[in-house]
């Protein structure tokens, strides 16, 4: 396992160390990639309405924000690599267990428990990453959230087969042993961060006390990190408004049939996926802020096709605009929470990914409510007007970069 930047160097342009924390983004993005087609199923076995079923999904994002600082503050005190392989590991059963549960307070806790090795593991994936790219001295974040993104497309693309085949618990069995089975890679080639930490009993107690000690020592770090999480939610409401609501605009606004509707989330992720492979190039190229001044425009651009063009290849390619523009902004914002001067990697990505994230709990709903009495375009125009927010913030990608300032 690497330890030093010149070590990282000299592996070239894919070392060990990059390659493991890959693997663990492809990873979790496969764990919620398998969950999607297993909801149906255990909503029926169980009984649960809509509404219901909405609320257990809103448990899932409980459990990932509260494991989110916890995490922070194992990463605080002696760095990212043993949280991201335990979170990992307790990946691997969390899936059958949930699918397996026998009834709906069980599920409640399985569902709890599942979004909380997924949150943990993506804040202390994302510390582990900024290690990595201080080491090699060159963006890597942006290709990691494609892996994540080729794997939730990976474990939703196999789901509905391998269900078919061998039901839903011999589906979620096989998606745990194949967690399982990259865990293997991952504990033998990550990068090793402690030392780039203080000895633990020079760090903060706790998750939650390290976050008011660190609040104590540099107040306006703290409030750095809560501005790029601010700009992070930002950037991720954009993107539950095409995850959630794209198909239901289609039927709804343009009379696309079941097939058709699918068309504008395929083209969101292909064009998002894509771009995240080509973001860390360009992000070397132009810089962070640039890069993200860049994509904002794109992703405007994009929103306000999709509310105003009133055709369905157009409101396609719309869909397509706001994946590529959306595809780098939060990967940088990642990097740059790992890089704010005065607050260890851990703790302020756990702040930022716990405020982002929270977006994404908040948008369906409140994207629903608007819906109801402004129309979905309506909604994507105001969307792409909200994106003034990331363009205003985006000196605070400076970080990303890696200068600590």
């Not at 070392?15 to 492809?26: D, E, W």
């Not at 959230?145 to 794997?151: A, D």
């Not at 078919?164 to 042993?177: D, M, N, Q, T, W």
Request: hydrophobic share 60%.
């Amino acid at each position: 396992m690497s330890t030093s930047p010149i070590a990282l160097d000299r592996a070239g342009v894919f070392p060990p160390a990059r390659l493991a924390v890959c693997i663990a983004f492809l990873v979790n993005g496969f764990a919620i990639g398998s969950w999607a087609p297993e909801v149906p199923i255990l909503a029926a076995r169980l009984g649960f309405s809509q509404a219901a079923l909405g609320l257990l999904i809103l448990v899932f994002g409980l459990g990932a924000i509260t494991a989110m600082p916890v995490i922070g503050g194992l990463i605080s005190r002696g760095g990212s690599r043993r949280p991201m392989l335990l979170t990992h590991l307790l990946l691997a059963p969390a899936l059958p267990f949930l699918v397996l549960a026998p009834d709906r307070p069980l599920a409640v806790v399985a569902i709890f428990l599942f979004g909380a090795m997924l949150g943990g593991m993506d804040v202390a994936m994302n510390a582990n990453a900024v290690a990595v790219e201080r080491g090699m001295g060159r963006a890597i974040m942006s290709s990691c959230h494609g892996f994540w993104s080729v794997g939730g497309m990976v474990g939703a693309g196999i789901g509905g087969p391998l269900i078919a085949a061998v039901g839903a618990p011999g589906h979620a069995a096989v998606a745990g042993l194949l967690i399982l089975s990259a865990l293997a890679l991952t504990l033998r080639l990550s990068h090793e961060d402690r030392a780039a930490h203080q000895p633990a009993e020079e760090t903060e107690a706790g998750s939650f006390a390290g976050i008011l000690a660190a609040a104590r020592r540099d107040r306006s770090a703290i409030l750095k990190a809560i501005a790029v999480g601010i700009f992070a939610l930002t950037a991720m409401m954009p993107e539950g408004a095409a995850i959630d609501w794209s198909a239901v605009y289609l039927r709804q606004s343009l009379a696309a049939d079941v097939v058709t509707s699918g068309f504008a989330f395929a083209a969101f992720s292909a064009a998002m996926a894509l771009f995240r492979f080509l973001g860390d190039g360009i992000r070397n190229r132009l810089g962070a802020v640039a890069t993200v001044r860049l994509f904002a425009v794109v992703a405007a651009s994009g929103l306000a096709l999709t509310g105003l063009a009133g055709s369905l290849p157009l409101v396609v390619c719309g869909f397509a605009l706001t994946g590529i523009g959306l595809s780098n902004i939060v990967p940088i914002a990642f990097s740059a929470a790992g890089n704010v001067a005065g607050l260890k990697p851990g703790i302020g990505i756990s702040i930022a990914s716990g405020i982002g994230y929270s977006g994404g709990l908040l948008a369906p709903s409140v994207i629903g409510f608007l819906a109801e009495h402004v129309g979905l375009a309506d909604v994507y125009v105001g969307l792409a007007a909200l994106l003034v927010v990331v363009l205003a913030l985006s000196g605070l990608m400076a970080g990303a970069d890696g200068s600590r300032d």
